[in-house]
């Protein structure tokens, strides 16, 4: 070995230990300092039962799900990271907080951002926050008005969605309701109509909210934007649109509602035989005649223009009123503030969440790498104690020594063959991009069994099976697809 190998090994080594060591931050090291109207890091252990903390308990006996503060479940990525917990299965959860001044959206707009990890398995679970005008902390309820309401709501097949609904500043249709209305915030609530979709695995995800004061909203998972609009009145359920269809007008009578009739040209061929062939049928074409009838347009006598979206006011406090059928459900790092502090916030979300992620992550991918290697290793030993008792067996039957020894060796060849493809695509990068939709796919495969399972019976036994052989199926193809990649790489 020369002095120029030493020097590689001696390099390589250092590089390895430096690049292995996992320095995994305290969350209190991880930011610098932020200058929002609210932040609740939940960073230390607090008993949420003592009056001292903000937060409040709702005494309405409805609500008997328990909350607690605690350190996050493995894999946490940061060390004793604590959050906001959900801790009761099958049961409604009531916590909220009041401002301490109120926070007005008016003039520079609002975001509310928070992160949100399902620790385990949740079948169903409403995970939202409520941004709430005046209420009372200590009896709060699904009964008090909001004024947004925005974040996951997940039920198997039933919902799968991060929902946002706001108060619609309604003014001009009723003017002088709206003057004692206006106190209480009760506008009439809107829904944005196609919600984004939430993250399903067990690791955490920041869901953020951001309305501008000129009315345009975005929504963003994970810091990446998945749904914006360049103001607040479309794409909302319960909004009056303004050019509605005339009820009064009706489809006349000898309108032509045929797309396609008989070609009026077409004779029948000469040499058709009725007997053999059947009726003879002209072709169709299209009706030159024909118009698809709409109904006229009228201005909708409902609609005003002082639509004005999102009814601006003052928001006194937060809550979070959640049914939920799993437990464990954690909140954390939650924030209010003004849109004008777009950057803070993705400074902060990088320096948090991001860092969070990352290294839960990548704890996940090294469980996930531990648990193959033990598999391989069984396989080893498995394999091993197979050869010995074939050697043995070869030794007391001398004749079929040779055969036996091709069979082995093509054996041999097509195991290693296999292994070499497969392995190698494995441990790729490319494991990365793909991880979260198979948990994702594999949460929503549970969700479709359990309910399966619930509903028992034996006609579900033949649709298990199809399941199953459609779920073979995908396999098969993923692992085509795995296939492909290894080789690009090559
Ligand atoms: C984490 O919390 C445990 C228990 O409270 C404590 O013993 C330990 O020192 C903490 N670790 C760090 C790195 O703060
Ligand atoms: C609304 O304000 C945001 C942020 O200032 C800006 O990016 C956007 O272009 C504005 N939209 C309109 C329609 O003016
Ligand atoms: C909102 O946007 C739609 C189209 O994107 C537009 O037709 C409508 O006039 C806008 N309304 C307001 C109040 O800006
Ligand atoms: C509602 O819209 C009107 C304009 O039509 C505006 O004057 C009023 O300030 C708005 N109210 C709120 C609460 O945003
Ligand atoms: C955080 O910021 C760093 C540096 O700007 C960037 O490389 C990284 O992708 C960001 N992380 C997230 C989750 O946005």
């Known amino acids: 070995m020369n002095f120029e190998d030493i020097i590689l090994i001696l390099f390589f080594t250092i590089f390895l230990t430096v690049s292995t060591t996992n320095e995994i931050p305290d969350e209190a090291e991880t930011k610098t300092e932020f200058d929002f109207f609210l932040l609740d890091e939940f960073n230390k252990k607090q008993d949420l039962k003592t009056d001292k903390y903000e937060w409040t308990i709702t005494k309405d006996p409805r609500y008997r799900g328990k909350w607690t503060i605690e350190n996050s ?66 009896h709060f309820s699904r009964d008090n008005d909001y004024l947004i309401m925005f974040g996951p709501d997940w039920c198997g097949k039933q919902s799968n969605a991060v929902r946002f609904i706001y108060g619609l500043n309604d003014s001009g249709n009723d003017k002088e309701a709206t003057a004692t209305e206006s106190k209480s915030g009760s506008e009439k609530l809107v829904q944005l109509e196609d919600p984004p979709e939430m993250k399903l695995d067990d690791l955490s995800h920041l869901y953020t909210l951001v309305i501008f004061p000129n009315q345009s909203w975005e929504i963003w998972v994970d810091l990446e934007t998945v749904k914006q609009g360049s103001n607040l009145t479309k794409g909302f359920n319960g909004i009056e649109q303004k050019w509605i269809n005339d009820p009064d007008d009706f489809e006349p009578e000898d309108w032509d509602e045929n797309e396609y009739i008989e070609d009026p040209n077409a004779k029948t061929p000469q040499l ?219």
Request: net charge negative; hydrophobic share 35%; with cysteine.
């Open 73 to 138: 479940k493995n894999p946490s990525g940061v060390i004793n990271d604590t959050g906001l917990v959900m801790k009761t299965e099958a049961a409604l959860h009531g916590i909220s907080k009041e401002f301490q001044t109120p926070f007005d959206p008016t003039s520079k707009g609002l975001i509310i951002q928070y992160e949100l990890r399902y620790q385990e398995f949740v079948s169903c679970a409403g995970s939202y926050i409520k941004l709430l005008s005046q209420f009372d902390s200590q």
């Open 272 to 490: 058709w035989d009725t007997e053999q062939d059947g009726e003879w049928e002209a072709p169709r074409i299209e009706n030159p005649d024909w118009e698809e009838w709409q109904p006229r347009k009228i201005l909708n006598p409902n609609w005003n223009e002082n639509q004005n979206g999102f009814a601006f006011q003052p928001i006194h406090g937060m809550g979070l009123e959640l049914w939920s059928m799993g437990k464990n459900i954690m909140f954390d790092n939650i924030l209010v503030t003004s849109a004008d502090k777009i950057n803070e916030v993705k400074l902060f979300a990088n320096q948090t969440w991001g860092i969070k992620y990352h290294l839960q992550f990548q704890e996940q991918e090294r469980k996930r790498l531990e648990e193959e290697n033990k598999l391989w290793n069984r396989f080893i030993s498995f394999s091993l104690s197979q050869a010995a008792k074939f050697t043995e067996f070869i030794n007391d039957h001398p004749k079929i020594m040779i055969p036996a020894a091709a069979v082995f060796l093509i054996l041999i060849f097509v195991v290693s063959f296999k292994i070499i493809f497969f392995s190698s695509s494995k441990t790729d990068s490319n494991a990365n991009s793909n991880t979260n939709e198979s948990q994702d796919k594999k949460n929503i495969k549970k969700v479709e069994g359990e309910e399966k399972e619930k509903g028992g019976g034996k006609e579900n036994e033949s649709e298990k099976e199809k399941e199953k052989e459609k779920e073979k199926e995908e396999e098969e193809e993923e692992e085509e697809v795995i296939e492909v990649n290894s080789n690009k790489n090559d």
